[in-house]
């Protein structure tokens, strides 16, 4: 048997062969006009002769008989129609075709492949060519030495080589004919010109160990090593080959070793490359925190350097992984063509976006789900010829699969302009099997009907199909490309098509995470099942969170999002049934055991939700904390535990423990019976007490992959900065602005994470209100958006976060301007929280403010401060609200819409109850005279917007907490 | 039996669950303590303490208590943890009592321990016999020697047996 390294580098070369042959046949059936696209013509025939050919030679050398005899009877039938030249007829591109495939299995099972019967395709094609009437085809290549010669357009490969030994004589006669050799370079090297069956690559591994160059002669041999230099480059950038044999400035011959474009490296190397770069991010992600924990600046320095080049590493070493979906979508048209002939059908494919590319463990396990929806789309999907008419549409229908990539993920879209699916049909078939009820169907959305597909042993067919399997496929679709942490969806309308979406990450082994608490322990959520994550405080914790039909929910924006406790699904094993549902709900809603609760548990009074999705389906995930965002390398569950679905993997953190990573889609499985939207109309009307409001805001990247963003209102300018511009002093830095000095902020020192020094120019967003001397640095600013945003929800505990939430698809992160400047500026604000111990109990505090990134930010030092906050958008909500509760604190914005402050003070100090009442204005009306007004209207203190020194200093005051 | 023929092993004993036991010290990779970075994981058989990050490896750390008993045990923390080499299993880490000694034994001190008529489905399964496969004899007692190979199929019986 040859060797081992051969072998595989022929199995690799096959498979570009029949590739190759495949893609050529589809484009020759393709060909309208011969005569008018004869050079095209002769093109592909060349093409797909070439690679038959190739492969014969290959498999004759390596001792594959079978192979050999096939190829040999293909490439006589492709090398009678190359003559003429003409394209393949149905039947004998069919017959092409059945070859093809016959060869498909007997690389499948190399090793054995001598032992599966071929007679009949052989029989077959050598039963075709003699229609030709061509005369005696030519032989098949004999095995291993016995190289038979052959016309130079018959596939004989001639190079020259040169070996500074000439012990490599022995091995090029076993590789072929040797037909000259003589001493070069005054004997110091010797030439031999070798006539052989084997391409360059072959023969490069043939003569592995021996130093030689080579260098193809005839036409054949010479365009070998340049067809797979254009293979390369498609691949990666490689540099331009060199010459192999270059004169120097005497004229005399110089051996240089051949730049070889692109060199085939094991999967498995790759793979152990791939392990140890996420190995490198771990300790990358370990040494940040100790650096950033010393405060030590060459520490920091050198962990800056480190996490660079870290990122790099694991970028290039990403990329070595990477192929084009071309490799899975050219495999398309063939299975087109196949389904059309079968049907009678007529079908036109289109693929967009065959560049774009994808991890190769992705790549290899898309290739069966796409194969089955393209399967599905041409078969129930695209109607007859006929019925297409008659609804007025092309008798050719058009199935397009569109692919591209987005952030951080690829989208592959398969769409038909068929007949799409009947919801109702979908929903009468799932009641007849019992899957749905009539109940469930009533509050189902025709987009819910279509998705009962999905469920395991759907089928709508009403005949057994071979084409599209037996309509038990979309299940195993949809979980093949949830187990890839992807999403599948369906979108259809009658008459018009369907439409099947999948989202996909770009590579398995590291992902971007959210960092989250449960109990004493941390978990993680991959960021794609992430959409946003929200807060409630205090009252908001009962009165937002209401009890519907036994589940959980929360208003969230138009609808009302199922929830699920995490704590409660880690308490129980098994998957949650209604019954255990509605105990949960109980536990938390009754008024005696929801007392208990929270009584028991003071985290009660504070929870996070973590908007989790899966495909466009979400539900809100209770948790305890949601802490920060981490780059994770997945380690998988070890194998006691595979069984266990709630969990994707485990991780080691920054800090060195170990952490469990959320399986999204696993815990929906566990805890909901089906994600669903409830719609308004069917909850109670109670709990839709907060309005959104849209913001102007300015979003922005600061050297990461993360996005943050302002609201206008808070910003006072942007200055465009050179990084060349920057001074660096004390571990801080500095850029002269007029003749002013300006500290800049950057956000991955603030909150920990990796930003990338930019070169060249970037931007300095300088604060609003106070007098820092300082700005937030931005490496690109993408633009002025309105954000909807509940600020009810937002997340607070994140010191100098307001909050998270979706701009555009992209979650962005709210920082807080005044808390980045003063840690920039290095001010000590360990004296803007009060102990909470010195806090007789907790205080009160009402604030009425209309801007909602104030009210946010007022809300979040208060609540950092172990106060009860509540708000208000305008004053008289707010002396509502004073009315039916009682408040320790007003703190009041001045301008504000229906009631403003100062009428709002009026009405309190003239009110029996709350005339002793204390008050503070807070606003941006700045003057003496807007002093004066507050204070003469009854406010006991002024503060201008927004020093937080002094903000608390004055609830001090108040509080007599000095 | 020719005392050339006498071949000495160490092995490592330990004690838990109120017993002595005895393991190959060629299947320990290293013995350290319980420390608070533990990370339990939900659902996972009683017997799973959870996992450990030792030096870049995800150890897997089983209460050997909780495994010979088949339910879940109260743990203290001044208990040790024996690491065991990869060439036993997955990582996998053994929380047991206490540590006695490391003793050279001498092969005619030790006798197979049959185990192979025992199956996980009989009723009158025991774990210790299961994880049993030879016994040391001393002077006063009859020490068992565990065989960790067996250890991770362990888990899933008693997993099994519990679900």
Not at chain 1, 225 to 239: D, G, Y
Not at chain 1, 582 to 593: A, G, L, P, Q, V
Request: aromatic fraction near 6%.
């Amino acid at each position: 048997m040859a060797d081992e390294e051969l072998i595989e580098s022929f199995r690799l070369e096959s498979e570009e062969h029949l590739e190759a042959i495949e893609k050529e046949l589809v484009a020759l059936e393709g060909i309208e006009d011969p005569v008018a696209q004869e050079e095209e013509l002769r093109e592909r025939l060349n093409s797909a002769f070439r690679a038959a050919h190739s492969l014969k030679g290959a498999a004759g050398f390596l001792g594959f008989n079978n192979i050999n005899s096939v190829t040999h009877a293909m490439e006589n039938i492709l090398g009678e129609l190359r003559e003429m030249p003409s394209c393949p007829g149905v039947e004998c591109a069919n017959l092409l075709f059945d070859a093809h495939d016959a060869l498909t299995k007997l690389f499948e099972e190399l090793e054995a492949s001598d032992r599966i019967d071929v007679d009949d395709i052989i029989s077959r094609l050598d039963k075709y060519v003699s229609r030709f009437g061509a005369g005696k085809p030519a032989a098949p290549v004999k095995t291993s030495a016995a190289v038979e010669e052959q016309s130079s357009s018959g596939g004989i490969f001639r190079f020259r080589i040169l070996a500074v030994d000439k012990s490599v004589l022995a091995e090029l006669q076993v590789l072929g004919n040797v037909v000259k050799f003589g001493d070069v370079d005054n004997g110091n090297k010797c030439e031999f010109v070798l006539e052989t069956v084997l391409e360059k690559d072959l023969l490069l591994l043939a003569l592995d160990g021996y130093e030689v160059c080579i260098e193809g002669l005839n036409s054949e041999a010479a365009a070998v090593p340049e067809k797979k230099a254009v293979i390369a480059r498609k691949q990666t950038p490689v540099k331009k080959a060199q010459p192999l044999v270059k004169k120097n400035g005497a004229g005399e011959n110089k051996i240089v070793k051949p730049m070889e474009s692109s060199v085939r490296v094991p999967v498995a190397l790759l793979g152990e490359l791939m392990s140890l770069a996420g190995e490198l991010v771990l300790v990358r992600n370990q040494h940040l925190r100790w650096a950033s924990e010393t405060g030590d600046h060459k520490a920091r320095d050198i962990s800056s350097r480190l996490d660079t080049i870290t990122t790099e590493l694991q970028t290039s070493i990403l990329r070595t992984r990477m192929q084009p979906l071309d490799k899975v979508l050219s495999r398309l048209p063939r299975i087109v063509r196949d389904i059309s002939q079968t049907l009678g059908k007529k079908i036109k494919l289109e693929i967009i976006g065959r560049e774009v590319e994808v991890d190769k463990t992705i790549l290899e396990s898309i290739v069966d789900p796409l194969t089955h929806l393209l399967r599905n789309s041409c078969d129930h999907g695209v109607e007859m010829p006929e019925d297409r008419i008659a609804a007025g549409k092309n008798e050719t229908g058009l199935v397009r699969v569109v692919a591209q990539q987005e952030s951080g993920h690829i989208s592959i879209a398969i769409s038909d302009d068929g007949n799409g699916i009947d919801p109702h049909k979908i929903a009468s078939i799932a009641l007849k099997k019992g899957i749905v009820s009539d109940k469930e169907l009533g509050n189902m959305s025709d987009q819910d009907k279509i998705a009962l597909i999905m469920l395991p042993g759907f089928s709508t067919a009403e005949s057994i199909s071979n084409i599209s399997g037996r309509g038990v496929g979309m299940d195993v679709v949809k979980s093949a490309i949830e187990k890839l942490g992807g999403s599948f969806e369906i979108k259809s309308e009658i008459g018009l098509g369907t439409t099947f979406m999948l989202n996909l990450p770009l590579t398995l082994a590291i992902i971007q995470s959210l960092v989250i608490a449960e109990g004493k322990n941390k978990y993680l959520i991959p960021r794609i099942n992430l959409e946003e994550v929200i807060n409630l405080v205090g009252e908001d914790v009962v009165a937002r969170i209401k009890a519907v039909n036994g589940q959980e929910v929360l208003n969230y924006h138009n609808s009302l999002l199922q929830l699920v406790r995490l704590s409660e699904v880690f308490a129980a094993a098994e998957p949650f049934d209604s019954r255990k549902r509605e105990e949960i709900t109980r536990k938390y809603h009754d008024s005696d055991s929801a007392a208990e609760v929270i009584e028991t548990d003071r985290e009660a009074q504070m929870l996070d939700i973590a908007v989790v999705r899966i495909g466009q389906k979400r539900f809100g995930l209770i948790i305890d904390r949601a802490l920060e965002t981490e780059e994770i390398v997945v380690k998988p569950l070890h194998s006691a535990q595979s069984g266990i679905k709630i969990f994707l993997g485990s991780t080691i953190m920054g800090d060195g423990s170990v952490a469990l990573i959320l399986d999204i889609d696993g815990i929906a499985k566990h805890a909901l019976s089906e994600i669903r939207y409830i719609e308004r109309d069917h909850a109670d009307e109670e709990c839709l007490i907060h309005s959104e409001s849209t913001q102007k805001v300015l979003s922005f990247s600061a050297g990461s992959r993360d996005k943050f963003a302002l609201a206008l209102s808070f910003i006072r300018r942007i200055y465009t900065i050179n990084s060349d511009d920057i001074n660096e002093l004390g571990g801080k830095e500095f850029v002269m602005i007029g003749n002013k000095s300006i500290t800049l902020a950057r956000l991955g020192k603030i909150f920990g994470y990796r930003e990338k020094k930019i070169d060249g120019e970037q931007y300095l967003i300088m604060p609003r209100y106070g007098s820092y001397s300082c700005g937030i640095v931005a490496s690109q600013i993408h633009g002025i958006q309105d954000a909807l945003i509940d600020f009810q929800d937002s997340m607070l505990k994140k010191e100098g976060i307001l909050g998270t939430s979706l701009l555009g698809k992209e979650l962005t992160i709210y920082p807080d301007i005044y808390y980045v400047c003063e840690k920039a500026l290095g001010a000590d604000t360990s004296g803007l929280t009060f102990d909470k111990h010195r806090l007789p109990e907790p205080k009160r505090v009402l604030v009425a403010e209309d801007t909602p990134f104030f009210r946010q930010l007022v809300k979040s030092y208060l609540v950092s401060d172990a106060m009860i906050v509540d708000t208000a958008v305008n004053g008289r909500e707010a002396l509502e609200m004073l009315s039916k509760s009682d408040y320790d604190l007003l703190l009041s914005d001045i301008e504000m819409p229906v009631m403003n402050g100062l009428e709002l003070i009026r009405e309190v100090r003239n009110s029996d109850k709350l005339k002793h009442m204390p008050a503070i204005s807070l606003t941006s009306l700045n003057t003496e005279e807007d002093k004066k007004k507050c204070l003469d209207a009854g406010y006991d203190t002024y503060l201008a917007k927004l020093n937080r020194e002094e903000f608390h200093d004055s609830i001090k005051k108040i509080f007599r907490l000095n | 039996m020719n005392s050339l023929e006498i071949i000495n092993h160490n092995y490592y004993f330990f004690c838990c669950a109120g017993r002595k036991w005895g393991i190959d010290i060629a299947a320990i990779r290293e013995v350290g303590e319980l420390t608070d970075s533990l990370c339990p994981v939900p659902h996972a058989q009683h017997s799973v303490m959870g996992y450990l990050n030792v030096r870049g490896d995800i150890y897997q750390l089983i209460s050997f208590k909780s495994l010979l008993s088949g339910k879940k045990e109260r743990e203290g923390t001044n208990g040790l943890v024996l690491f065991l080499k990869d060439s036993v299993g997955q990582a996998l880490g053994m929380y047991v009592d206490d540590a006695c000694e490391i003793l050279s034994v001498n092969s005619d001190s030790i006798e197979n321990w049959d185990t192979k008529n025992i199956t996980a489905s009989d009723d009158k399964f025991d774990m210790s016999e299961y994880l049993t496969s030879k016994v040391y004899r001393n002077d006063s007692e009859l020490i068992p020697l565990i065989d960790p190979s067996r250890i991770e199929e362990a888990i899933n019986i008693v997993w099994k047996k519990n679900t």
